[in-house]
C-alpha cells in the first residue's frame, strides 16, 4: 500500500512539475515577444517607462524602460511612480458607487443637491449623467490658461453664463468637468477631502502604498519626471498645477498598484458583483462609469487612457481571459494605448502590428489652403490650422502650435504626440469638418471659421 502511495505522489510531482515547466516555458515565451515589441516602441515612438502584463491572477512581464529622470540619470521600473491622469476617473467613479451601497448617495440624485449654487440650466442633471459623460456641460479643461485652482466654485463661475451643448442624457460627449465635479459630490456627501476618502476605503484596503492624488509640492520617492518631445529630443513637459485635474485626473500611481487595484475588481472586496455589473455595463459612447466597454472578437475589453502634460497611461482589461495590461509612460507622446493593445494581443498568442514609423508624404502646399481656419472641439478647445512657408500647424486653444505632417492628401500626424487630424470634405468638396485622433481617442471638431 505505501508503495502505491509514494507511486502515485511520484506521478503526481512529475505533472505539477511538468505544468510548472510549460508554465514557465509560456511565460518566457511571452517575454521574448513583448521585448521585441518594446523595442520597436523605443524605437519607433521614443518609449519610455513601465508595463505589467498578467493573465490568470500570474504576472507575465514587469519591467520599466527608459529615464524616469534623464538628469540624474535615474531609470524606470515597476515601482515608479507616474501621474495616471484620465484614470483617475476610474477611481472616483467607484467612490461614488461606494457611497451609495453605504446609503449616503444615490446616482440618480439631483446634481443640484451637492452644489452651492446651480445653474438654472442644470435642473435635470443627476450624478449618473456625469458618471457617463451624457450631462450636456462644457469641458473647461485643466491647462494653465484656465485658472489657478480648479475648485468647484471655479468651475462654476466658468459655466454659469454657458448653456448646456445638448440635451441632458441623449449624447455622449467626454467631458473631464463632469468628473471634476464629482469629486465635490464626494466630498460633500462623505464629509471627508476627495484624497482621504480614497485613502481609507480604496488604497488603504487594497495596499496601494505607492498611490495618491499628486501634489506639486510633494516630495516622492521614485517619482517619474513627465517629458514632451521637441522633434525628435525629450524635454521637461510643460508645469500643471495638480490641483486643476483634481478627481478627473490629479492620481499619482505605479503598475504594481495598479494591478492590486485589477485584482480588486474581479472580487467584492469594494462593492458588490451587482454594483460592479452596473460600473461595466457600456452606455452611450460605449461608457460605463469611468471605463469604457466593448465587444472585440467576442470578447469584453474594458479599457481607459489617461493624458497630461509629460505622461500617458493606459489599461485594459479582458475579464473573461483574466488578462490585464498596464502602461505607463513618462512621454507625453507615446501612443499608450495602441502599445497596451498590442501587448494584449501577444499575451493572448493572437497576431499584433509591430510599431511602425509613420511615413510623411508629398502633397501639394496648395492642397492645404482648404484646411486652414478654425475647428472647434468644444465651446472652450478651438483648433487653429495655419499655414507657413508651405508647411501646415495646427494649434488647440491654450497649446503652442505643432507642424502637421502629411500622411495623404487629407490625413495628417503630429511627430511630438500620439496625434492625427483627418480633413472631412462635402460632396460638394468644402471641408466641413475634422475627426481629431488624440491618445487614443477620437472627436469630430466641426469648422467654424
Not at 86 to 97: E, N, P, R, V
Not at 368 to 387: C, H, K, Q, T, W
Request: charge should be positive; glycine fraction near 8%; hydrophobic fraction near 40%.
Amino acid at each position: 500500500m505505501k508503495q502505491k502511495v509514494n507511486r502515485c505522489l511520484r506521478a503526481l510531482c512529475l505533472v505539477v512539475a511538468c505544468l510548472s515547466s510549460n508554465v514557465s516555458s509560456f511565460a518566457q515565451d511571452i517575454a521574448y515577444d513583448v521585448d521585441a515589441f518594446m523595442r520597436s516602441a523605443i524605437e519607433r515612438s521614443h518609449f519610455r517607462g513601465s508595463i505589467l502584463i498578467a493573465r490568470e491572477g500570474r504576472v507575465l512581464v514587469r519591467k520599466g524602460y527608459g529615464m524616469a529622470d534623464a538628469e540624474h540619470e535615474v531609470a524606470n521600473n515597476a515601482r515608479t511612480k507616474f501621474r495616471i491622469g484620465s484614470l483617475t476617473k476610474q477611481f472616483t467613479a467607484m467612490s461614488i458607487l461606494m457611497l451609495q451601497e453605504q446609503g449616503k448617495l444615490n446616482v440618480q440624485d439631483s446634481l443640484c443637491t451637492y452644489l452651492p449654487w446651480c445653474p438654472a440650466g442644470w435642473q435635470p442633471l443627476t450624478i449618473r449623467h456625469l458618471l457617463t459623460h451624457t450631462s450636456g456641460i462644457p469641458d473647461v479643461g485643466y491647462t494653465q490658461v484656465q485658472i489657478s485652482s480648479m475648485s468647484v466654485t471655479n468651475t462654476l463661475e466658468q459655466l454659469k453664463d454657458k448653456p448646456l451643448e445638448f440635451k441632458v442624457g441623449k449624447i455622449f460627449r467626454y467631458s473631464s468637468t463632469n468628473y471634476i465635479l464629482l469629486g465635490h459630490v464626494i466630498e460633500r456627501a462623505s464629509g471627508k477631502s476627495y484624497q482621504a476618502f480614497l485613502q481609507k476605503h480604496i488604497f488603504g484596503p487594497l495596499g496601494m502604498k505607492d498611490t495618491g492624488c499628486d501634489d506639486n509640492r510633494l516630495t516622492l520617492k521614485n517619482r517619474a519626471t513627465g517629458y514632451s518631445l521637441r522633434g525628435s529630443r525629450p524635454v521637461r513637459a510643460a508645469h500643471v498645477d495638480m490641483s486643476l485635474p483634481f478627481s478627473a485626473g490629479a492620481l499619482y500611481s505605479t503598475v504594481e498598484d495598479l494591478y492590486k487595484w485589477d485584482r480588486a475588481l474581479y472580487t467584492e472586496r469594494l462593492v458588490s458583483r451587482r454594483t460592479l455589473d452596473v460600473m461595466f455595463s457600456p452606455g452611450k459612447g460605449n461608457y460605463g462609469y469611468g471605463w469604457y466597454v466593448e465587444n472585440q472578437s467576442g470578447s469584453r475589453l474594458i479599457s481607459h487612457s489617461g493624458w497630461l502634460d509629460g505622461f500617458h497611461s493606459y489599461i485594459v482589461r479582458v475579464p473573461d481571459k483574466h488578462l490585464s495590461v498596464i502602461v505607463l509612460s513618462n512621454l507625453d507622446g507615446t501612443p499608450a494605448s495602441t502599445i497596451a493593445r498590442a501587448l494584449a494581443a501577444i499575451a493572448l498568442g493572437v497576431s499584433h502590428s509591430i510599431l511602425k514609423e509613420r511615413q510623411v508624404v508629398k502633397v501639394n502646399a496648395q492642397t492645404f489652403d482648404a484646411y486652414l481656419g478654425e475647428y472647434e472641439v468644444g465651446p472652450n478647445s478651438i483648433i487653429s490650422i495655419s499655414r507657413e512657408d508651405g508647411r501646415l500647424f495646427g494649434g488647440m486653444t491654450g497649446r503652442a502650435k505643432v507642424e502637421l505632417l502629411p500622411e495623404s492628401e487629407s490625413m495628417f500626424f503630429v511627430k511630438e504626440y500620439d496625434a492625427q487630424i483627418v480633413f472631412v470634405k462635402n460632396p460638394a468638396g468644402r471641408v466641413t469638418h475634422s475627426i481629431v485622433r488624440l491618445n487614443g481617442r477620437s472627436l469630430e471638431a466641426k469648422k467654424i471659421k
